[in-house]
């Protein structure tokens, strides 16, 4: 079993809709778990961090963390083409070490 | 805001060569972290270093080293360079302070000819 997992995509939502993105991990003692977007060609970019169970919203994205089932996730509302990017989930496992996924592919169609 | 720098955007050596990824952050960060990617790969953990003067491999440390004389600086060395170490290199930093991320460089784009 992979410590993080993600569907790799290509995810394709059409603009304006609601984008939905997730992650699993599988280290039970993670405590902080952050989103990064990557463009292409470019280097992942801090865009969310969630710490505690429930949502954090920022603007048109909401991080969604259940601790007991392992899971996070990515909601983007109101999703626009500049949107299109790839979204690595990355747990905090250990002291100073993040783990990070291999990324979803989101696409967003005019 | 944290700044990673990194000391070349592009960077084309040859086959054999001693190739020297300078990585410099002005945060006071402890930790510093050396990747590289590959399509279809992922980020993968090349070397960390939590301290001046210390290192810890990570998931592919072969063929590469590091050094961290100054808090602020992390250099990524290929001891002699292979076409198999064409790609791009990220390096990123972090606080030890909980719950902190890590922050990233632009990212080398390394050709291996």
């Known amino acids: 079993q992979k410590e993080v997992e993600q569907n790799s995509g290509p995810l394709s939502v059409p603009e304006g809709a609601i984008a939905s993105l997730n992650c699993t991990y599988s280290d039970r003692v993670s405590q902080s778990f952050f989103w990064y977007r990557q463009y292409s060609g470019k280097s992942p970019e801090l865009i969310m961090s969630?710490?505690?169970?429930g949502d954090k919203e920022d603007g048109r994205f909401t991080a969604q963390l259940n601790k007991a089932s392992q899971y996070v996730s990515l909601l983007i509302r109101d999703s626009q083409p500049s949107d299109s990017a790839t979204y690595l989930c990355a747990p905090r496992s250990r002291a100073s070490k993040i783990i990070f996924g291999s990324g979803t592919r989101l696409s967003i169609r005019p | 805001d944290v700044k990673v720098t990194q000391s070349s955007r592009y960077l084309v050596k040859r086959t054999g060569e001693k190739v020297f990824l300078e990585c410099v952050q002005d945060?006071?960060?402890?930790?510093m972290f050396w990747y590289r990617q590959d399509p279809g790969l992922g980020l993968r953990l090349i070397y960390f270093s939590y301290d001046v003067k210390m290192k810890e491999k990570g998931d592919i440390p072969e063929g590469y080293s590091v050094s961290r004389e100054k808090k602020e600086r992390f250099s990524l060395i290929l001891e002699s360079a292979s076409t198999n170490q064409t790609s791009m290199y990220l390096c990123?930093?972090?606080?030890?302070?909980?719950?902190?991320?890590?922050?990233f460089g632009d990212g080398t784009r390394l050709s291996i000819l």
């Open positions: 990123a930093s972090s606080s030890t302070t909980v719950n902190q991320p890590q922050h």
């Open positions: 969630i710490y505690s169970n």
């Open positions: 945060m006071d960060h402890e930790n």
